[in-house]
């Protein structure tokens, strides 16, 4: 099966960011994007290009075009998501962003009416149904598949510093997991979801996503839900192993870390080096370990066990990206990283929030509110 990969000549950038609707009295998840979408329509005598039915009514997602630095993503996003907002007030409905709802129970949502969510749930069945969980993805252009896969072999050494840094799902339906993102577990329940397959090239590639076709365990490469995988009619590598995050300092943050990154190997590839592929044992412990403790934990560095803080590994590899930053000119959004640090992440703040206010997570709902209105993550610790 010959699958034609559409490169980018450059590491062109797209991002998508779904977002929860809330009712503003409540706090709660609550049906309103088909409503939402329909009257950006109207306004626009067309289908809005950037605003998207997710799996849940209660979502609406906001995409940008492709775009060259992180800055022009990050306008892009803030566009569509004030657009969006504006029709969400007046039908009483707040947007925010998290990996998932503090309270909210799954089972009381809606399903969007778009078909392929329509077919998933009947696939899937629950494993699909509770999938009340909200990511962020990125998109970084590469010139051909060829590429793309070593790149995103390689990448998944930096699973568990992406998924901490964003992790933002320690609450399930008012219950505290213990985790910091319980979203990367939950969306692990699909099959086709979770670390991607190490393959040797484009190649086997090709051949994996024929087997899966002829085998009915798929009908389109795009149910291949990897943690990063190649999306061959973007031309790009798709990084989705973000939570929600609540505010667009964040997403900028781990767009520049994600364009940097893919830049680096890309730029690795053409100097002739043959990019490391980590063991497959240590890229599901590390990302575990990122998924229960977030950035409090040692991930596995070699073969032999050895181990490093995780929250050291991040800062040798932001100042690692330095140069890169200049050179793609996302020096400030990638220095972002460094506030979360010192803020913490979400799941961090939320908890904090919930402590302040007696475990009462209806003010961890305000909070995020809150947030992405500012733009910027609380500074209180």
Known sequence: MEITFSGSPRSSLGIEWELELIDSETGELTSGASGILAELERQRGAAHPKAKHELLESCVEVITGVCATVSEALADLQG????????????GLEL???????????????????????????????????????????????????KAVPIVNALTAYVPHLLALSASSPYWIGTDTGLASYRSKVFEGLPTAGPPYLLSGWHEFEDFMETLMSAGTISSIREVWWDIRPHPDFGTVELRIFDGLPTLLEVGAVAAMSQCLVEMLSTQLDRGYTLPVPHDWIIRENKWRAARYGLETDIIVDEHGRTQPLRTSLQELLEDLGPVADRLECTNELASAYEILACGPSYERQRRVAAAHGGDLHAVVDSLVDEMRAGHPARTR
């Not at 569509?80 to 039908?91: C, F, G, I, N, Y």
């Not at 799954?106 to 990511?135: C, D, H």
């Open 80 to 91: 569509t998501v004030d657009e969006v907002r504006d029709v969400a007030k007046p039908l």
């Open 96 to 146: 925010m962003c998290s990996g998932s709802h503090p309270t909210t129970d799954w089972s009381t949502q809606k399903i969007s009416p778009e078909t392929r969510y329509v077919n998933l749930i009947n696939q899937m069945q629950w494993m699909a149904r509770q999938l009340q969980i909200f990511g962020v993805h990125v998109h970084v252009g590469v010139r051909s598949g060829k």
